[in-house]
């Protein structure tokens, strides 16, 4: 038995095959990239890979709402200590630890940006 394939497929191949891209999917675990007009459009993955994906993204949006609560809460402390600050200086002074952080949970590996795909 073969393993696991890539295949691309028009959308039009796709909906005549249906059934045995599926058999692929679920026998070997093939993943399925349709295309329209030449682009992918969508993918038939097999449900534990899906169920994977749902779950990274899950952990992800955890995080991120957490290392936002730790940005507002920083802010907030700024704020009270440094009632002397503009408004437009305390956001200026945010908008600098917001991307620190940021940065650092890109080199955590914790989260990952289209800018950091493309090197």
Not at 12 to 31: K, M, T, Y
Not at 91 to 117: G, N
């Amino acid at each position: 038995m073969d393993g696991p394939s890539v295949l691309t497929v028009s959308d039009e191949d796709a909906i005549a095959n249906v059934a045995a891209l599926i058999d692929g999917v679920a026998e070997r675990g093939d993943e399925v990239i349709v295309e329209r007009d030449d682009r992918p459009t969508a993918v038939i993955i097999p449900f534990a890979a899906y169920q994977e994906a749902t779950e990274l993204r899950r952990r992800n949006e955890l995080r991120r709402g957490e290392a936002l609560t730790r940005v507002r809460a920083v802010r907030g402390r700024g704020r009270g200590r440094h009632q002397d600050l503009t408004a437009e200086k305390a956001d200026a002074l945010t908008f600098r630890a917001v991307h620190e952080v940021m940065d650092d949970l890109a080199r955590e590996r914790v989260v990952r940006f289209e800018r950091d795909r493309r090197s």
